[in-house]
């Protein structure tokens, strides 16, 4: 149940566009289509921000889209906003009936 | 309006024991799938188990097995999960969260509660 490995922090300026990388192994990431990713403000709960890799939950802007290649996954947010400051975590499925966490990546508008 | 509310947490002796509570409503129990997450002070996000709707498929993180128990009641709409031989590095705020059913995401989160294990 290793972590997923993410970037400690990634930055842009507003409207640019950002992407946040997500890596794990076969067992994990790579065997399954089953990656998510969450945003959680300071003092938050974490909230859904993509399921099953690519997919948006209702309410969730456009500007947010998701991506898979092999064992690594990617969050690309797009027309970056002072609101999307935040810290970012993806999830996968694994291979041993768990889930595993990346550590997080630390989003700055600046 | 889904609503997910945790309490039972607190201040703790290491090796002592805290049960975890999750009130939710808002949404047919039963025939959803729960999850409890933990997040250290200032760290990140780690899943801790799972519960099917019937309670007959349970999961657990490595860190936490054979001393949890998670357990729900469908009649009361709870969730809990039992910590027993608790330990400095259980602290953190516990989420309960509902499993959207689909590829293991949660859409739904509560507020979360504080578990502080120190002597």
């Known amino acids: 149940q290793s972590a997923l490995t993410q970037p400690a922090s990634v930055s842009g300026s507003p409207g640019q566009s950002i992407t946040i990388s997500c890596t794990g192994t076969?067992?994990?990431?790579?065997?399954?289509?089953?990656v998510s990713w969450y945003q959680q403000h300071p003092g938050k709960a974490p909230k859904l921000m993509i399921y099953?890799?690519?997919d948006r939950p209702s309410g969730v802007s456009n500007r947010f889209s998701g991506s898979k290649s092999g064992n690594t996954a990617s969050l690309t947010i797009s027309g970056l906003q002072a609101e999307d400051e935040a810290d970012y975590y993806c999830?996968?499925?694994?291979?041993?009936?768990?889930?595993?966490f990346g550590g997080g990546t630390k989003v700055t508008v600046l | 309006e889904v609503q997910l509310v945790e309490s039972g947490g607190g201040l703790v002796q290491p090796g002592g024991s805290l049960r975890l509570s999750c009130a939710v409503s808002?949404?047919?129990?039963?025939?959803?799938?729960m999850t409890w997450v933990r997040q250290a002070p200032g760290k990140g996000l780690e899943w801790v188990s799972y519960?099917?709707?019937?309670?007959?498929?349970?999961y657990y993180a490595d860190s936490v097995k054979g001393r949890f128990i998670i357990s729900r009641d469908n009649a009361k709409n709870s969730l809990y999960l039992q910590m027993n031989s608790l330990r400095d590095d259980d602290t953190a705020v516990y989420y309960c969260?509902?499993?959207?059913?689909?590829?293991?995401?949660?859409?739904?989160w509560g507020q979360g509660t504080l578990v502080t294990v120190s002597s």
């Open positions: 969260a509902r499993d959207s059913g689909i590829g293991g995401s949660d859409d739904f």
């Open positions: 808002g949404f047919t129990f039963s025939r959803y799938s």
């Open positions: 519960i099917s709707g019937s309670s007959s498929t349970i």
């Open positions: 076969s067992s994990d990431v790579g065997g399954y289509n089953y």
């Open positions: 099953a890799v690519s």
């Open positions: 999830s996968s499925y694994s291979n041993t009936n768990t889930r595993v």
